[in-house]
């Protein structure tokens, strides 16, 4: 009776482990790298700098060429490091990139929602080059900022997978040439 339970067992293990998909872990190939950013003052301003690495898989980019709008969010925060509780949020915002082909016209175009501001290119990497590079992005007032306390400022960048048609998000979420976001970057505030 107990080999036959072990047994059981070991066959229920098997079929768990079947079951674990192994597409659900990110691929090395593909995504999306905040390779810096830091921030300085500037005028009454703290200002960021960051540069990005963006590898899209081959998925992505046939779905873009083929008429799919790709949408990435950048989430940005400054926090009050603490040594009790957790630290103090004191600055949260974020935009959104879009980019998108336009295959009569053979143009990328890069839209950024915040604001409004559209541009043009006339190949993918120079659309992603556009979007890998962030100068003087107005973080925090240095009003803001006390002299006595450590701040920590932190980037991540999000693939919004629930921007993409209906019939291909099940496959975003479960292929992992869709994993296109970043982990937090995060780095000491100099005041």
Do not use: C
């Not at 990328?108 to 992005?137: H, K, P």
């Not at 450590?150 to 979420?173: C, H, N, Q």
């Amino acid at each position: 009776m107990r080999d036959s339970l072990s047994n059981k067992t070991a066959i229920l293990l098997h079929l768990l482990l079947l079951l674990i998909p192994v597409a659900g872990y990110p691929n090395s190939d593909s995504g999306v790298r905040i390779i810096n950013a830091e921030t300085a003052l500037l005028g009454e301003d703290y200002v960021l700098t960051a540069n990005i690495d963006y590898q899209l898989s081959e998925k992505a980019i046939e779905a873009l060429n083929n008429g799919v709008s790709l949408f990435w969010t950048y989430q940005f925060k400054v926090e009050e490091q603490r040594d009790y509780l957790w630290n103090n949020t004191l600055v949260e915002k974020n935009f959104r990139y879009r980019i998108q082909y336009h295959a009569l016209l053979k143009m990328y175009r890069v839209i950024n929602e915040s604001n409004g501001e559209v541009d043009n290119f006339s190949t993918l990497q120079a659309a992603l080059d556009l979007m890998s590079t962030l100068r003087d992005y107005r973080l925090i007032e240095k009003s803001d900022i006390s002299g006595k306390e450590s701040y920590v400022a932190g980037m991540k960048i999000t693939f919004e997978r629930d921007a993409l048609p209906l019939p291909l998000r099940p496959i975003a979420y479960t292929n992992p040439q869709w994993y296109l976001s970043s982990d937090w970057y995060l780095w000491p505030l100099k005041k």
